[in-house]
Structures are given as structure tokens and as C-alpha cells.
């Protein structure tokens, strides 16, 4: 092996001093960035995700799809679904939290068929590691019907003016592109004042961008099945999309015509029902349904339909891509329009 000069030996002396300066320089650089770039802690997890449910959740669900589709499906009367609606309002009540939902459910397409109405406050529990949902019940139900649409009723509401059961939190935890919730197993109960036996209460539901999957049920402690569905299908409720609408219909006598603006539908079956103000009046209605077909080949579809009152099947209907922003139809002897919110 050839012997390094004292030259060569001076010059490789000064290349190794001039890379062990870069290499503490770049160690005191990059240091400070290393400590930048950690991943995020668990908590700050948390935290986006109920940022992100509270996006998802407010607004309103319906699981008219479902319903439909069993009836042409020809299944099992004791196994359809019935019919509901539920309301998630965003409400300002800081005494109950920073994130907060007033809640009104109801049966059959009738508003007035209320069953539930709750406050729900959410909030990050770290322990869980999972969004917490505490579940206030109203002592007084009655004075908060259709808070959603007068928030005044909300006022000073606190949670002393509600109960809740211990054991009966339900608590979210995202997986992939949805959230998944659940009540401790077997540990919501209560004494109910009809039967005097404890019925114990479990939950499972799934929540996504577009729609809730709610799976509730009861039984007591002989086992006998008090609510919820016989073989645990959910109710596949999917976000309303809400639309304002305009309504013409022709006098039956003379040219004119009469006209209402302002009629408030939903895309997931919701109905509307105008009168004229004509002698012999007609009551016309308007549906609007944004149809996904669970078989076949057919497209979904928003499509919105013209009744008469007292038929259950449309006269007419016109359809469109179902992220439509508008959609019409027009029968001669009535016109509609409907424009996405």
C-alpha cells in the first residue's frame, strides 16, 4: 500500500474537519426541526375527530330508501322498518358544553308523530380514547317541540333541566372513512313504570358523510325483546338534502292560475301538500326522493313527483343526476320547481 505524503496526509486532514463541521452544523439545525416534524399526539387525534363528527353529524337523516325498497322487495311485514325521521340542530347551550345537539325524532312522515327529542353534548374522552355523547333527556318535552326552527326555546336550558342514565354514553371512534358508535355492553338500564322490570338498552350505529345507521334495542331480563329489530338490521337513514320549491296549478275554471313560492322539501321522500284558492278547490302534492336502487341496473336519480290527494301513486314525476342543484317538472295544468339550499 502506497504511503500518504505529508501534503496528502494535511490535505485529507483538513477535508475530514471541514465534513465533521457540516455534520455539527446540520446536527444543530436539524435538531430543533426533528422535535418540529414528531407525529401528533393522540389527544390532537381526538380532538380532529370531533371536529370532523361535529361536521358530519347536524342536519337531517330518513330512511325512506329502506322503506321503500323492502315494500317492492316483498319483505316480511314483520320484518320492514318503519318509517322515521330524525333532526340533529346545532345549538348554542355552553352550559351543557362546547358541542352540542338538540334532537327530535319522528315515526310515519308525520311531524307530529314526535317520539324522541333530546340534547346530546359530545365532547373527546381521552380514557376512551373516543368521543363521548352524553344523552340528556328534557324534563319538559313538550316546550321544546320544533326548537330546531324557533331557537329561542333553547334558552337557558341547562342541564339541571334535563336527566340522564348513567351507563347510557355512546361513544364514537373513527375508523377509515366513517365513525362507528357504541354503548358499554349491557350497562344502559332502567325500571320501567309499565312492566316494573329492568329493561337494559344497547346501541350500535355508524356514521358517515351521507348517512346514519342506527341500531337500538331493548329487552328485559327475562330476554323478551322490548324494541329494535327482530334480526338487528339497522335503520339505514341517509342525509336529507334540503330544497325550496315553487308551485303553480292551474284553476280549473277561468285561466288563472294559483301560485305558491317558498315550499320546503327534502330529498330523501319528503312531501308537501298546497291548496288552491279557487272555488272548488285541489289539493296537489309534491314529493322528492333521491333514489338509489339496491338492485338492477338503473341509475340513482332525483327525482320529484306530482300527486293528487287521496292517491298514493304519483301522475307524473321528472328526474335528474342526483347531485342536481335543480330540478322541474311541468304538466300543463301544474308546474314546480326546486332548487337545492
Known amino acids: 500500500m502506497p504511503i500518504?505524503?505529508?501534503?496528502?496526509?494535511?490535505?485529507?486532514?483538513?477535508?475530514?474537519?471541514?465534513?465533521?463541521?457540516?455534520?455539527?452544523?446540520?446536527?444543530?439545525?436539524?435538531?430543533?426541526?426533528?422535535?418540529?416534524?414528531?407525529?401528533?399526539?393522540?389527544?390532537?387525534?381526538?380532538?380532529?375527530?370531533?371536529?370532523?363528527?361535529?361536521?358530519?353529524?347536524?342536519?337531517?337523516?330518513?330512511?325512506q330508501e329502506q322503506v321503500y325498497f323492502q315494500q317492492e322487495l316483498e319483505v316480511p311485514e314483520d320484518h320492514r322498518h318503519e318509517r322515521t325521521h330524525h333532526i340533529f340542530y346545532k345549538a348554542d347551550l355552553p352550559s351543557f358544553g362546547d358541542h352540542v345537539l338538540y334532537v327530535q325524532q319522528y315515526l310515519d312522515d308525520d311531524p307530529d308523530k314526535i317520539y324522541r327529542q333530546r340534547i346530546y353534548a359530545l365532547k373527546a374522552d381521552h380514557d376512551e380514547n373516543a368521543v363521548r355523547l352524553t344523552i340528556h333527556t328534557p324534563k319538559d318535552v313538550k316546550a321544546l317541540v320544533n326548537a330546531h326552527l324557533e331557537p329561542k326555546k333553547l334558552e337557558g336550558l341547562t342541564p339541571e333541566d334535563t336527566t340522564t342514565l348513567s351507563g347510557c354514553d355512546v361513544f364514537w371512534k373513527r375508523q377509515s372513512n366513517q365513525f362507528v358508535g357504541y354503548m358499554k355492553e349491557d350497562a344502559c338500564t332502567f325500571e320501567s313504570r309499565r312492566s316494573g322490570k329492568t329493561i337494559i338498552i344497547n346501541d350500535d350505529l355508524v356514521l358517515t358523510e351521507s348517512e346514519l345507521w342506527i341500531s337500538d334495542r331493548a329487552r328485559d331480563t327475562d330476554g323478551n325483546r322490548v324494541f329494535g329489530h327482530p334480526t338487528g338490521i339497522p335503520h339505514k337513514n341517509r342525509k336529507a338534502r334540503p330544497f325550496s320549491c315553487w308551485i303553480a296549478v292551474k284553476h280549473q275554471e277561468g285561466e288563472g292560475w294559483y301560485f305558491q313560492r317558498g315550499v320546503k322539501l327534502h330529498d330523501q321522500g319528503g312531501r308537501f301538500w298546497v291548496t288552491t284558492d279557487e272555488a272548488s278547490p285541489q289539493t296537489v302534492g309534491l314529493k322528492m326522493r333521491n333514489v338509489v336502487w339496491p338492485y338492477g341496473n338503473n341509475q340513482p336519480s332525483l327525482v320529484v313527483y306530482a300527486y293528487?290527494?287521496?292517491?298514493?301513486?304519483?301522475?307524473?314525476?321528472?328526474?335528474?343526476?342526483?347531485?342536481?342543484?335543480?330540478?322541474?317538472?311541468?304538466l300543463r295544468w301544474m308546474q314546480a320547481s326546486c332548487s337545492a339550499e
Open 4 to 63: 500518504a505524503s505529508p501534503g496528502q496526509a494535511d490535505r485529507s486532514l483538513d477535508k475530514g474537519m471541514k465534513m465533521l463541521k457540516k455534520v455539527v452544523f446540520l446536527l444543530g439545525v436539524l435538531g430543533p426541526v426533528t422535535g418540529l416534524c414528531q407525529g401528533p399526539s393522540m389527544e390532537q387525534v381526538l380532538e380532529k375527530d370531533l371536529a370532523l363528527l361535529m361536521q358530519w353529524f347536524p342536519g337531517e337523516y330518513d330512511n
Open 308 to 330: 293528487n290527494e287521496g292517491s298514493d301513486r304519483a301522475v307524473s314525476y321528472a328526474w335528474s343526476e342526483p347531485t342536481a342543484k335543480r330540478v322541474g317538472l311541468n
